[in-house]
């Protein structure tokens, strides 16, 4: 069993910034990678970004620039630095896990953008 707990989301004013942190635990023996990913109301999940557990980084052309992934293996923890934010980043984001078992998905972070 492996838990995910994000932190970090809620509401920030256009051209803001946030930051997204995941942290997992419980039966991890061996994390791939981790991510993030965005659902927008009506949409479709989608990939925002993601960081293999060699430091490798992958970005969603739309983010390019603007939101920087990054990973602390020792906590195995994940983190979604997002700069210069519109409203239309707003979204749930999940953070996503890949272990030699399987995948594993966090409840959601609502980012919220809003003046």
């Known amino acids: 069993q492996v838990q995910l707990v994000e932190s970090g989301g809620g509401l920030v004013q256009p051209g803001g910034s946030l930051r997204l942190s995941c942290a997992a635990s419980?039966?991890?023996?061996?994390?791939?990678?981790m991510g993030w990913y965005r659902q927008a109301p009506g949409k479709q999940r989608e990939l925002v970004a993601d960081i293999t557990w060699s430091g490798s980084t992958n970005y969603a052309d739309s983010v390019k620039g603007r939101f920087t992934i990054s990973r602390d293996n020792a906590k195995n923890t994940v983190y979604l630095k997002m700069y210069s934010l519109k409203p239309e980043r707003a979204a749930v984001y999940f953070c996503?896990?890949?272990?030699?078992?399987?995948?594993?998905w966090g409840q959601g972070a609502q980012i919220s953008v809003s003046s």
């Open positions: 419980g039966s991890i023996f061996r994390i791939n990678a």
């Open positions: 996503e896990v890949r272990t030699c078992y399987g995948t594993y």
